[in-house]
């Protein structure tokens, strides 16, 4: 008897490889045959060691050009057509719109698509951005929807958005973001203080708040108050919003500032730090970054936007300030650099919120019941 065929559709190897293997690993425990289409960089090893088969698709995330998305779509489709997945799991805005058409093209009625965020969609105002939903919410409720497609988010927030009910778990499944093990990411003492350390674990867009927070680091030391910021990613070339690498060595040359580049040592950098930091303007799921933080016991300082806002509480695990308002974000640096008592305690409560759902393995079980929930219907298509 056949396994199983899940397949999934990303934008790049690492990202799937960072934020997604708890999803490959729950379907390698329902014994599926799982693949994944994605540009490949340096993550295959990293894939075939969970038993996830990658299969290579350059494409240039920043085009919009209509001959340029034809020709994915065409890719995508035959790629589908090749290996007549029982469900197809697209991952994030754009290989959903356009893997969910060469999904649909090729007959494949089970399909997942997983919202990591509305980025442009959820972070910008205007009619511009006004018109952007109008037409994701046309294609994604219209073009791309069917009776087996299911929309997989990481707050609350989005589905509404998008003219979804959360609590239609006939439609949407919520998850508790990318999900964390507890076990590997595990608290450590605080750092002495002063002075007070905070970083900001991310990549380096404008969407992120990078500005923001090197801004509100400027104030809160005008103020007297001794906060010093790492800053911690890399530009991403593929972003048309990343921060530019010399406007990076601009903020590190400032007093308080370092920029010290991507890491994967995530536990040496709170180990070193008191407080996670993330100004972001909106667009998230649900950070991992804020999760990996919890996890080391270490409290947050975010904003008011979708999926900041639905795991840190104010006043217990972090504190929630308005978003684009440097001035809050220093106000609240200065309190938690005077009392270094109080990050001990939000933190500990964070790691208590990121145990009660918001773990790997909460993640997986999860997806797992999804998945259960897709096979046991019957379905049409091609896959079947």
């Given at each position: 008897?056949?396994?199983p065929?899940l397949?999934?559709?990303?934008t790049?190897?690492w990202?799937?490889?960072?934020?997604?293997?708890?999803m490959?690993?729950a379907?390698?425990?329902?014994?599926f045959?799982v693949?994944v289409i994605?540009?490949?960089?340096?993550?295959?090893?990293?894939?075939e060691a969970?038993g996830?088969?990658?299969i290579?698709?350059?494409?240039?995330?920043?085009?919009?050009?209509?001959?340029?998305?034809?020709?994915?779509i065409?890719?995508?489709?035959?790629?589908?057509e090749?290996?007549?997945?029982?469900?197809?799991?697209?991952?994030a805005?754009?290989?959903?719109?356009?893997a969910?058409l060469?999904?649909r093209?090729?007959?494949v009625e089970?399909?997942?698509?997983?919202?990591t965020?509305l980025?442009?969609?959820?972070?910008s105002q205007g009619?511009?951005?006004?018109?952007?939903?109008?037409?994701?919410?046309?294609?994604?409720?219209g073009?791309?929807?069917g009776?087996?497609?299911?929309?997989?988010?990481e707050n609350p927030?989005d589905?509404?958005?998008?003219?979804?009910d959360?609590?239609?778990?006939?439609?949407?499944?919520l998850v508790?973001?990318?999900?964390?093990?507890?076990?590997?990411?595990?608290p450590?003492p605080m750092?002495?203080?002063p002075?007070?350390?905070?970083a900001?674990?991310a990549?380096?867009?404008?969407?992120?708040?990078?500005?923001?927070?090197v801004?509100?680091?400027?104030?809160?030391r005008?103020?007297?108050?001794?906060?010093?910021?790492?800053l911690?990613g890399a530009?991403?070339?593929?972003?048309p919003?990343a921060?530019?690498?010399?406007?990076?060595?601009?903020?590190?040359?400032?007093?308080?500032?370092?920029?010290?580049?991507?890491?994967r040592?995530?536990?040496g950098v709170w180990?070193?730090?008191h407080l996670?930091?993330?100004?972001?303007?909106?667009?998230e799921?649900?950070?991992?970054t804020?999760?990996?933080?919890?996890?080391?016991g270490?409290?947050?300082?975010?904003t008011?936007?979708?999926?900041?806002?639905?795991?840190?509480?104010?006043g217990?695990?972090?504190?929630?300030?308005?978003?684009?308002?440097?001035?809050?974000?220093?106000?609240?640096?200065?309190?938690?650099?005077?009392?270094?008592?109080?990050?001990?305690?939000?933190g500990?409560s964070?790691?208590?919120r990121?145990i009660?759902?918001?773990?790997?393995?909460?993640?997986?079980?999860?997806v797992?019941a999804?998945?259960r929930?897709?096979?046991?219907?019957?379905?049409t298509?091609?896959?079947?």
């Open positions: 008897m056949r396994r065929r397949l999934f559709v990303a790049e190897d990202f799937f490889a960072s934020h997604f293997l708890p490959a690993r379907a390698r425990e329902l014994d045959d693949a994605a540009r490949e960089r340096h993550h295959r090893r990293v894939l969970v996830v088969r990658l290579p698709l350059e494409a240039e995330r920043r085009s919009l050009d209509p001959r340029v998305l034809f020709r994915q065409v890719a995508l489709r035959r790629l589908i090749q290996e007549r997945p029982d469900i197809l799991h697209c991952i805005l754009k290989p959903i719109a356009l969910g060469a999904g093209l090729a007959g089970r399909r997942v698509y997983a919202l965020g980025g442009f969609l959820g972070a009619l511009v951005a006004a018109a952007a939903r109008w037409a994701a919410i046309a294609w994604l409720r073009v791309i929807d009776p087996q497609v299911r929309f997989l988010f927030d589905p509404v958005t998008l003219g979804l959360p609590q239609d778990r006939a439609k949407v499944a508790g973001g990318a999900g964390v093990d507890p076990l590997i990411l595990m450590e750092p002495p203080a002075p007070f350390k905070v900001l674990v990549r380096l867009l404008w969407s992120k708040g990078v500005d923001l927070a801004e509100a680091v400027r104030l809160a005008a103020e007297g108050a001794r906060v010093e910021l790492t911690h530009p991403d070339p593929s972003n919003k921060v530019p690498e010399e406007t990076l060595k601009q903020w590190a040359a400032r007093p308080g500032i370092d920029w010290a580049g991507p890491t040592d995530i536990e180990r070193q730090h996670c930091i993330l100004p972001s303007r909106g667009g799921g649900l950070p991992r804020i999760l990996e933080a919890a996890a080391c270490r409290p947050i300082l975010t008011n936007v979708p999926g900041c806002r639905s795991f840190v509480r104010d217990q695990d972090g504190m929630v300030v308005p978003p684009g308002d440097a001035a809050a974000l220093a106000r609240a640096l200065i309190v938690f650099a005077r009392a270094p008592a109080l990050a001990e305690r939000m500990a964070a790691r208590a990121l009660d759902g918001h773990t790997e393995r909460d993640v997986m079980n999860a797992k999804l998945y929930g897709l096979l046991s219907r019957p379905t298509d091609i896959a079947a």
